[in-house]
């Protein structure tokens, strides 16, 4: 953990319905603040509000609301968001347009073609980000001397970044591009994403297109020789998309956050978490890297508190959020997966292996057609569950709250019109009576009508359990059966479905709710330890605390794997190593010296 003497330093995780914050004081002492995420009666943004109240109540100085804060007394920052998971999920990104190469306008639209569902009878189209198309007169092929195939007199040949030689089948036509890009600017589209075959090893086409279109006017430019320089055209292209639908939303919430400071927090140390569980400078923080940028920081937090290297015992993470429950594995090295899917899209982008189900504190409690429904809808922070004092539904907070497990008195009094008030456990009761009641009702109309269908027949072989009322009680612990269920499925997934015994794991429980449920989930998956820190409710604010900052550069390589290639693969390794140290962009990292740093080299 950097230190900065003499002054504050924050680490924040914004989440669906809560931000937490972990703040170490200038006299060294530590803190920890959650509030809610929007509360838009009372506050803007949730960090800048967390960050105000902290200050205001350690120095004793009086910081308005309606006033910049005074940054002078911050040493650094760092921040979790969930602004691009939402924006993607919600489809609430920045209109785009996609530039291609000719002929392959609907390449993205098909896809890979892949059904992760065999027999599903309604399998639909990949969803799409963009929402115009723009072909670009030019072609490269890779040039291969024994190829039969007809093919064109290339205009020139070019090397690539592998090494391997190119042709220029189809120069590029600018002075088209521009007539054609001028035309989606008229349309008020104002980010653009590149994707033009061959690039990721020769990019100098693409380069030229985002040249010209920034000249334009185009706000944001995605290049995807830029934004992941791999092979195969479709997943780069869905992730260059990614790129220019979501940061521009990641830099509208950046320049929102930074309004609230003196001097735009200039002068402070600002680090965003990425979905590789590293920090990067905030200028730096880009859409196609940032969509677990909130869970991140929980996987490092738990890593570096609860892993123990002498047992080597491997450990699950258990992150169960107001919104979501986060699940994750620990065995001494971050788990990682260079291509993910999430919410429709492919991205080719390194992240944590990060499963989540929409169970969580705020997910709202249904019964249908005689079942007890748990999410996936979300109470959210505003209006929040039942007991938050402002309309909400019923959610999984009011169950442990109506079978005492949450203890008002314990918990934050940051509720009602005010923000003074503690959990509403008459509202949660009142709520839960009535849905009781209709249960019951539900349940006697069926056995009822059973009884009158099986006329002269033995009562027992009515329904189970409808002989008899459901209690307020039963139907609460009924509705936490259900969300336990839900979330033991994806740790299943990380640990019985790839090979590994559940039972010998650490169950690490973090989260606003994880300690309501840790018990439980342990006990169903056979576990017989769990782990909870004394920050378990801010753990992943805390988390982005101990991360470490990363600055990362890749490129292609198509050598083969094998003796012969060995002392190149090493040179190419080298010359990567150098640019990471000597990268301008990474200026930041000087402040560490080589005992604090390392570079590991991955294949993909």
């Known amino acids: 953990m950097a230190e900065t003497r003499g002054k504050f330093d924050f680490a924040i995780d914004r989440g669906g319905t809560f931000t937490d914050v972990f703040a170490r004081l200038p006299d060294g002492r530590e803190r920890v603040l959650k509030l809610l995420s929007h509360d838009p009666q009372n506050y803007r943004d949730a960090p800048t509000e ?8 350690e120095t004793g100085l009086s910081f308005p609301r309606d006033q910049p804060l005074d940054s002078s007394l911050i040493g650094w920052i760092r921040m979790g968001t969930t602004v691009a998971t939402n924006a993607l999920l919600e489809r609430q990104g920045e209109r785009t347009a996609l530039l291609v190469t000719r002929g392959f306008k609907d390449l993205l639209h098909i896809g890979t073609q892949a059904r992760p569902n065999l027999f599903d009878l309604e399998v639909r189209m990949p ?50 591009v521009e007539r054609d890009l001028k035309a989606v600017l008229s349309r008020g589209i104002t980010s653009l994403a590149v994707l033009l075959l061959h690039s990721y090893i020769w990019p100098a086409h693409e380069k030229a297109v985002g ?25 780069r292209g869905y992730t260059v998309c990614a790129d220019a639908y979501l940061t521009p939303k990641i830099h509208q919430y950046l320049n929102g956050f930074t309004r609230g400071f003196k001097g735009a927090l200039k002068d402070v140390d600002v680090l965003f978490m990425q979905s590789d569980g590293g920090l990067t400078p905030m200028e730096q923080f880009s859409g196609s890297r940032a969509i677990l940028s909130g869970p991140a920081g929980g996987v490092v937090g738990y890593a570096v508190t609860s892993y123990n290297s002498s047992e080597n015992k491997p450990v699950i993470g258990f992150d169960m959020g107001g919104t979501s429950t986060d699940v994750s594995r620990y065995a001494g ?22 499963n989540t189900v929409a169970a969580g504190g705020g997910s709202r409690l249904f019964f249908r057609s005689g079942m007890f429904v748990v999410g996936p809808e979300s109470a959210g922070a505003h209006p929040g569950p039942a007991c938050y004092r402002k309309g909400g539904p019923l959610t999984v907070t009011d169950a442990n709250l109506a079978l005492g497990r949450l203890l008002p008195d314990f918990f934050p009094h940051i509720f009602g019109p005010g923000e003074n008030e503690p959990l509403s456990t008459e509202e949660t009761m009142r709520q839960f009576q009535q849905l009781t009641h209709h249960i019951n009702h539900f349940l006697s109309t069926n056995q009822s009508q059973h009884n009158a269908n099986g006329a002269g027949q033995s009562n027992s072989d009515g329904p189970k359990g409808c002989e008899s ?64 820190h004394k920050y378990s409710g801010v753990l992943s604010a805390y988390g982005l605390a101990l991360a470490d900052v990363v600055e990362e550069v890749q490129e292609p390589c198509s050598l083969q794997y094998n003796e012969d290639s060995y002392s190149e693969l090493d040179h190419r390794i080298q010359e990567l190593t150098q640019r990471c140290h000597g990268n301008t962009a990474s200026a930041r990292l000087q402040q560490f010296s080589d005992q604090y740093s390392s570079v590991p080299a991955y294949a993909i």
């Open 127 to 176: 969803e799409v980000l963009y929402e115009e198309v723009v072909e670009v007169d030019e072609r490269v092929v890779l040039r291969q001397d024994g190829c039969q195939l007809p093919r064109k007199e290339p205009k020139r040949i070019v090397t690539g970044s592998t090494g391997d030689s190119l042709e220029v089948w189809q120069e590029l036509d600018l002075q088209r």
């Open 211 to 235: 040249s010209l279109a920034r000249k334009l006017g185009f706000t944001q430019v995605s290049l995807s020789s830029e934004v992941m320089p791999m092979i195969r055209a479709v997943p």
């Open 469 to 532: 009322e459901m209690s307020v009680e039963e139907v609460a612990m009924g509705f936490i059966k259900v969300a336990n269920e839900t979330m033991c499925r994806p740790i299943r997934a990380l640990t019985q479905a790839k090979g590994h015994d559940t039972s010998q794991h650490v169950l690490a429980c973090f989260g606003g709710a994880g300690g309501q449920h840790a018990c439980a989930i342990a006990r169903a998956l056979g576990m017989k330890t769990v782990f909870t």
């Open 333 to 354: 090295q971050y788990e990682h997966v260079f291509e993910a899917t999430t919410a429709g899209v492919t991205l080719q982008a390194p992240q944590l292996d990060i």
């Open 50 to 57: 967390g960050i105000r109240r902290i200050l205001e109540q």
